[in-house]
């Protein structure tokens, strides 16, 4: 399967979904209200926004001006447009953007917002980049999988050996931060429902129908294998890891 094959399939097995990865509306304002001084003069960057169900609860809960990066034109496009629906158009933009190759002035935010995204550069690698688009003191806040027992059943821990070996506990990450110039102002574990409601379950929604347009086609076959492999994973081991919310602030 070529590399445009395989992005035209997964963006069409993922259509339609409210997210692109765990998350809950809860959850961002829980941790937007860790972030003191956000008011209509601030600046935020939601990088990795998908189609950025994040950004507009924050948006509508926060007087701040948003800029929404994404590297996938139709879930910018869906965010500009939900946006103008919902009257906050003056305050956010999304822009299609790669989060590796970011050219916004030094010290342009207050925030920078990432919600399930991290992985893709890094977490070392977007902490030390990032941390120079922030204002003196300005804040972080990212989620990221992380063990959260040690010792998986194999069967768990071959899963992400192969999926995202970088995967570590919230201890190590915690040291990550604050050695790449910041101090954790709080963190904490998203509930299960974030990975069901949005995310989980209408992905196996998707599984199902994307079988049935794909039936005598086995590199879409081997793909909805992948993502249904990952879903079973979830609901078998689910208590050895899960998503961790880190706020921080420049040092």
């Not at 990795?48 to 950004?55: A, I, R, W």
């Not at 305050?91 to 920078?112: K, T, Y």
């Not at 204002?135 to 768990?156: F, L, N, S, Y």
């Not at 990450?173 to 990975?195: D, M, Q």
Request: with cysteine; hydrophobic share 40%.
């Amino acid at each position: 399967m070529t590399q445009e094959r395989t992005t035209i399939l997964f963006f069409e097995l993922f259509s339609g979904l409210p997210r692109q990865g765990p998350g809950d509306a809860a959850s961002t304002l829980r941790a937007l209200a860790l972030v003191p001084g956000i008011g209509p003069e601030s600046h935020v960057l939601d990088l990795g926004c998908g189609t950025g169900l994040q950004t507009r609860v924050l948006a509508q809960n926060s007087p701040a001006r948003f800029v929404a990066v994404d590297n996938h034109p139709p879930f910018v496009d869906l965010l500009n447009r939900e946006a103008q629906r919902l009257g906050i158009a003056d305050r956010l933009e999304a822009r299609v953007g790669d989060m590796e190759r970011l050219d916004f002035a030094p010290g342009s935010f207050d925030l920078i917002w990432c919600e399930g995204a991290i992985s893709i550069m890094g977490v070392e690698a977007a902490l030390r980049d990032w941390r120079r688009l922030l204002v003196p003191g300005g804040h972080m806040a990212v989620t990221e999988v992380c063990w959260r027992k040690a010792h998986p059943p194999p069967e768990c821990a071959a899963f992400w050996a192969r999926e995202y070996p970088a995967i570590r506990d919230v201890p190590t990450l915690l040291a990550v931060i604050e050695k790449c110039g910041y101090e954790t102002v709080n963190h904490f574990t998203l509930p299960p429902s974030s990975w069901w409601d949005d995310y989980y379950r209408p992905l196996q929604q998707n599984v199902t129908e994307f079988r049935n347009r794909h039936r005598e086609e086995a590199d879409a076959q081997q793909l909805a294998d992948d993502v249904q492999r990952e879903v079973d994973v979830w609901h078998a081991y689910a208590e050895f890891y899960g998503y961790e919310f880190f706020v921080m602030r420049t040092r």
